[in-house]
């Protein structure tokens, strides 16, 4: 089992960057895919990014290609989502997400274990 703790959400005009992290504890980190969903007021969680247990897949969501860039630190147990060019759009609760077997996957039931979630408002 892993416990997932996100920090790093905030408050940005659009344009702006924001860093968010993932915090992992028990279980060896790097048996886990990890990812990245949000979920906007009123809608449905939704898929941002994944990357492999040792970060050499990645796949992306197409509206936060070329923005948002997710990577991870084994050694540190962490996760990460730098969000470049934030859109008021990517307004939402951002969530990190743990995946038990492996092979990336966008499906949110695929996921095993969540983060309770950071808020990330953009303004415009």
């Known amino acids: 089992q892993v416990q997932l703790v996100e920090s790093g959400g905030g408050l940005v005009q659009a344009g702006g960057s924001l860093r968010l992290v993932c915090a992992a504890s028990?279980?060896?980190?790097?048996?886990?895919?990890m990812g990245w969903f949000r979920q906007a007021p009123g809608k449905e969680r939704e898929f941002v990014a994944t990357?492999?247990?040792?970060?050499?897949?990645?796949y992306y969501t197409d509206s936060v290609k070329g923005r948002f860039t997710i990577s991870r630190d084994n050694a540190k147990n962490t996760l990460y989502l730098q969000m470049n060019s934030l859109k008021p759009e990517d307004t939402a609760v951002y969530y990190c997400?743990?995946?038990?077997?492996?092979?990336?996957?966008?499906?949110?039931?695929?996921?095993?274990?969540w983060g309770q979630g950071t808020q990330v408002a953009v303004s415009s």
């Open positions: 990357i492999s247990r040792f970060g050499v897949s990645i």
């Open positions: 997400a743990a995946k038990s077997t492996s092979g990336l996957n966008s499906n949110r039931s695929s996921y095993d274990y």
């Open positions: 028990g279980r060896t980190f790097s048996d886990y895919v």
